[in-house]
């Protein structure tokens, strides 16, 4: 009895002792906790390249495009510059009837302002007045920094300034491990759900037997029919997930995937259907030449903004397509040649 009562005192004690309190350092800690294990989600990680791409977009739009309105206006003034000094030589310094000191001086000045437009064009990316875009606005900013994290690198648009190349270093250093995360990541996600999908639409979702049949298939090399199924009693239970999801129905939503983006791109930047498909598999396998890419063909005024943004989500996205199709492919060839491998054992030990 004195040992019940001490114990119920002791625990009424501990029930009524008020619940200690956390620090502020134990909830900063909880909080940086729980905001890593979100961002390092699977959600966290798609706003985390969305949002380190629209960071870079910020940074390179700041430092190079200011460069862009000051290397137009250099090319113009040197051009006014020649056009003067062409006038002098003709009204003041040479009689234009002596045609061979005329000539040799016009031909000095003429070829220096050459040498001017091709430094300009070759060291600071001058395009001429005709072309209206910025390449450096945000929505190409934006196309710069996805190219660059997933490594496909067009190169129609470099950076011309120093800080504009360090930061570009820095930019892909962090950006290309995050990248691979994120094709990790989505490309299993997207994974499971096709294997979903492809179970709950191709496979009949409501003739059971089918199902079974199928698994049963999936682990012998038994080609077994519904018939022959709906004879058994018993069989094993089947999972979605333990589902292999053919070849040909992978290759069959690349090839979907890259006929919508050249349809798009053909209609939109006035492309022929095979230089827009040769756009989508250049980019999408991040070969990236460069020959061709969007905005070359955008007058000012076209929406300039809107297709880069858009090409932009199209590589986003392919771009984990491609990744789910590789993972998917790669557990078909895996387990067909496990069934291969485990039909060889079976032969061997029939001739043993």
């Known amino acids: 009895m004195p040992s019940e009562t001490v114990a119920s005192r002791s625990s009424s004690c501990i029930q009524e002792s008020p619940r200690r309190e956390r620090t502020w350092g134990q909830k900063i800690k909880d909080g940086i906790r729980t905001f890593l294990a979100f961002m390092f989600s699977n ?31 250099k090319v113009a003034q040197e051009r006014n510059k020649t056009a003067e000094k062409l006038w002098r030589l003709t009204c003041c310094e040479y009689n234009p009837l002596v045609e061979d000191p005329w000539k040799s001086a016009a031909n000095e000045s003429l070829l220096a302002f050459q040498r001017f437009v091709v430094a300009a064009v070759l060291e600071q990316g001058y395009e001429g007045e005709d072309y209206g875009g910025n390449r450096w606005s945000f929505s190409g900013s934006f196309l710069y920094s996805l190219t660059v994290i997933t490594t496909i690198g067009y190169g129609n648009v470099v950076p011309r300034t120093e800080w504009g190349k360090l930061a570009t270093v820095c930019y892909a250093i ?79 939503i690349i090839i979907g995937y890259l006929y919508g983006g050249a349809v798009l791109f053909a209609r939109w930047e006035r492309w022929g259907l095979l230089d827009g498909a040769y756009f989508c598999f250049i980019s999408l396998s991040t070969i990236g ?39 998917l492919m790669q557990e078909e060839v895996m387990h067909k040649l ?13 001739n043993n």
């Open 338 to 350: 496990k069934v291969v491998g485990e039909g060889m054992r079976a032969v061997f030990r029939c």
């Open 43 to 73: 959600v966290g990680i798609i706003c985390l390249v969305v949002g380190y791409t629209i960071a870079g977009s910020f940074v390179f739009m700041t430092i190079e495009g200011s460069v862009h309105n000051t290397r137009t206006h």
């Open 174 to 252: 962090v950006g290309l491990p995050l990248f691979l995360l994120y094709l990790s990541n989505i490309g299993s996600i997207l994974a499971q759900t096709c294997k979903w999908i492809y179970f709950k639409c191709f496979l009949c979702t409501g003739c059971k037997a089918r199902r079974q049949a199928f698994m049963i298939r999936q682990e012998s090399d038994y080609e077994m029919s519904i018939e022959e199924y709906l004879e058994l009693s018993r069989a094993p239970e089947f999972k979605p997930q333990a589902v292999t999801v053919p070849i040909t129905l992978c290759l069959s």
């Open 289 to 327: 030449f460069g020959d061709i890419v969007p905005g070359d063909m955008i007058e000012e005024g076209e929406g300039i903004e809107l297709k880069f943004i858009f090409c932009s989500m199209y590589l986003l996205l392919g771009m984990a397509l491609i990744a789910m199709c590789f993972n």
